[in-house]
Structures are given as structure tokens and as C-alpha cells.
């Protein structure tokens, strides 16, 4: 815990996260089924319309929030007066003690970094990554299998409607955090503004991401100065690269007792006798 | 086949979709196993540049293209004399016929659209849905089991190395291109950029993805005049919105011989007779 106790005012706009509809399968019978909702959300930073996002709008406040400290638009929480979302017009309305009205002009100069590979300013990301080295953290594979477990508990938006990505915040087997949204780079920001809002420090926590460990996950998490990183799915080079580079320890497929670890083995404490097996197939993901 | 049969001069640049890496799995075994590669691709037009995307680099010259065309800034493909990528500093340096000097003036005014929901220019791009209906394309449930089944063949970096999403640009059941990319939205506009080389026109075709049916995945098949669309995963609620408003039949968890048809089920003719079943499972993804 680092930062100050001041909270911004901030509304508590929690929308249903799934709606029913119906679908027609096979067989042609019509059957009613839930999916996720996904809803654009525009942030106005003092009256500046800054970026609409598309979300499952459950975190609405703490997405905006993560949202503009991740772009490094707002630099201190206590800047902040308030976040009021209305999602009668799809707004996040931020305001600032300040007032400045300059925002126009410096989000001219602004390129937005995003998800999905595209529209990153990836010279000045990878310059500001220069010479970061995340202090490792220790690790015991049983602790691992226990977080594996208990995160289980959650996703439940994607257990009722699929269609979303879950991130967790994670302290030894312990869920801080966990948020769902149709954007895993909205979970990611929504999960800042969570750590951002509670002063939580990154580093001694484990990120969890059901989704792909690509290199601007591995960049956002960076970011957070969290030093462990573990994913139900696959990794890219870059993602390796990257985490290579800064030291973040690399958990990719991890479901149940299976994990690889692609970066950081050595802080591990292998303390599981596992059954001997014949061979582990790749599932890709 | 709509347009001329001018192509710009193109490099052929192939690298390497997947690299040999260690990893150390549960019973601390150190394994080599394959991983997508990811690189920063610098799109430079006239030498003013314009974005960097994150690619699996196997088709960048289709993913220019592509990319040019659906961000609208480039109109006609003839205006472009070369597409020159070299992955050396990988760069994408297309040069127009014009030699256009104010790309940086052109591009301040404008503002990068983007996948997972992050960036997107809500406002302006509903606008340009505004009024638009896609033609609806009659389809036969055989056909598409048929295609189903052909499409499995595919996605060969995914079955390699995970990670990747997949595309295809389908007519009936042949698939005219697969394209595979770290981003879902890359892949869907290196197809964009085939279509566009080849003079290949959406409105008869059926686009395939592996990724989920979001906004933003309705909106560009849309904008690429396909009036159907089909996915191995899941739906949110403005993909099945936009799709109602456009006329995209959306197949969603299309697997074997499951599917659920969120929108146009009218078009689409059961001559199929199933085998009679108890219920089936909701799988999510």
C-alpha cells in the first residue's frame, strides 16, 4: 500500500452484464441463451472527449481511471475531482481539480496505444521499458497450483455468456481482483485503476490473464511492476522478448496441475511430487 | 470481380511464422517447443508514419494494403506505386503515385481505429453504417457443415504454435485465402488487402473467424460488403445489435455440427436431418 487515502467522487454505474436473446441451433430450434454486453463508453476528461471504448461496462469508473493513468494523461490520483458515469449517454465524465483546458491540445500530440496490435507508438513504449528490471519474486509451485484453483471461482460472466477475458490481481493464492470485459486490454486498465484507486503496489503480486500473453500484455504489466505473469493460453516471441528483457516471470497454459514456464523457472521452488506421466500434448489456445 | 487488374510492385517478404524456444513445464522438464512470432511492422506512406502494427509478419504487404483501405486512406488501389516491406527494420514503405507531402497534415486530423475495443471513433463509424443493408446471401445448412469441415485444414500456425487467430474469406464451401495473425484485426485486414489486390467483392462470400463476434469484428465485415459471417466463439451484445441494423447472418460456436445462428436464420435453409440428441452443452470461449 503507497499512496494517499484520497478517493475521487466517483458513481457506481453497475449495468447487467449479460442480456438473453435468442438463437436459433441445428436442429432449427430457437433456444434463449445469454451473451456478454458490450457497450461504448467515451471518456471526457474536463469536457475533452478523449477515446470511446468498447466494454462489458461492469468497472466502468475503474476502466476510466486505469484507462488515463495507463496513458499517462493523468499522473496523480489527487488530480482527480471526480469520474461520473451515466450510461443513459454512454460517458464517463472526468473532472479535474485543475480544469484545464488545454486537454484538446495535448491530445493532439498524443498517439493512443491500444490492444490487438494495433496503433501502438511502439518507439516510445520500448524506449520507456529501457533499463527496467523488475525485482523477481519467489515462487513455490504448490502456491501456484492453489491461485490455479482458486481462480476457478471466478469468470462468471464467461461461464454464463463466454465472450469475454478475465484478469486477476493476485497476492500468493489470494484473488485481489478479478475483471471481466469483451477487451482483455479494458480488464487490464480496469484492474490499474483498482490498484491505482486502493494505492496497491505491484510489486510482490501475480497478474492472471485467461488471455494470450503477446508483448502488450507482457508491456501493460511492466507497467504495474508486476513480476509474475500467468496465462491460460499461449505466448508470443515478442511477449518473451519483452519479458526476457525486464524480468517477468512467464506462466503460460496454466490450468490445473499444467503450466510452462517460459521465463523466470529459477525463482520457482519446484515442492509438488507430481504422479510420473507419459507426455504432455500441446493445447493451443 | 470488381476492380482493374493494376497491382502496385510488391515485395514478396516471408520470415519465419514461428520460432523454437525452451520452455519448463510442471515437472520441471525443460521442453522446445514453437511459439507464433510477433514483430513491430512501421507502416510509412510517403515517408510520413503512420502506425505500427504488431503482425505475425507472414503476409505484410496484404496487411498494408489492407490496413490503408479500411482506415480510408488510400481510395484506389492504383494510387499506389509500391508497398516495399523489409523486415530488416521492419518497415512497410509505400509510395504513391502522388507523391502525397501532407500525410502528416492528413493524419493529425484523423484518429486510429482499433481492435479490443480500444480507440475506436464510435461516432464516425456508426454514421457510416448509417443506411447500409447487406444483400442476404441464401446458405444451406449442408454447405456450411461442408465448410466447416474444409476449414479445419487451416490455421496451421495456430496447430503449431497457438496464439494466432485465424480469418478466411469463404465462397460457398471453398476457402479463397486463410489468414493468420497475433492480432484478430490484423488478420482481418491482410484479407481486406487481398480482396483488394485481387478485385475480389464481399457480397457473395462468408467470412470466417476464429476470434469472437464483437462490434468491431460486424463493423469491418460489414465495410468489406460480406453478408455473413461465421465464428468458432462466442457473441456480445453490439456485434448481434450492429448485425441486426447491417443484415450480417451471424453463425456463432460453429464446431462439427454445432452452430447457433444469432441473426438471419431466415436465409439459411435446414436440409440437414440431425440425429435426434438430449440437449447441447453451452460451450464458451
Redesign the interface.
Known sequence: MSSSAYRPAMTQARPEAT?S?K??????NT?E?N??????L?IYLDRVEV?????LGTQPELLTLG?LKNQGLIRELNEIKSVQVDWDVNAAVVTTFAEDDSWQEKL?NR??T??????????NIMEELEGIRLKPLRLK?SRIYELIKNLNRYNEV??N???VHGCALCHDTDIITFME??????AVDAIAGYMWLEGISGEDKIFYTTG?????MVIKVTQMNIPVLLSR????????DIAKDVGVTLF?RANG??????NG?EH?E?D?E?PP?FS?A????
Open positions: 442480456r436473446v438463437a436459433v441451433d441445428e436442429y432449427r433456444r441463451l451473451i456478454a454486453a458490450e457497450r461504448p467515451t477515446v470511446t471504448l468498447m466494454t484507462y493532439k498517439t493512443v491500444t490492444g490487438c496490435g494495433q496503433g501502438t507508438v511502439f518507439g509451485q464467461y461461464k455468456a463466454g465472450a470485459d469483451v477487451g482483455r486490454h479494458n494470450r500473453l503477446t508483448s502488450e493460453s499461449g505466448i508470443t516471441q515478442m511477449g518473451l503460460s496441475k499444467h503450466f510452462l514456464v517460459y523457472s520457482i519446484f509438488v507430481l506421466k504432455v500441446h493445447t493451443s489456445s
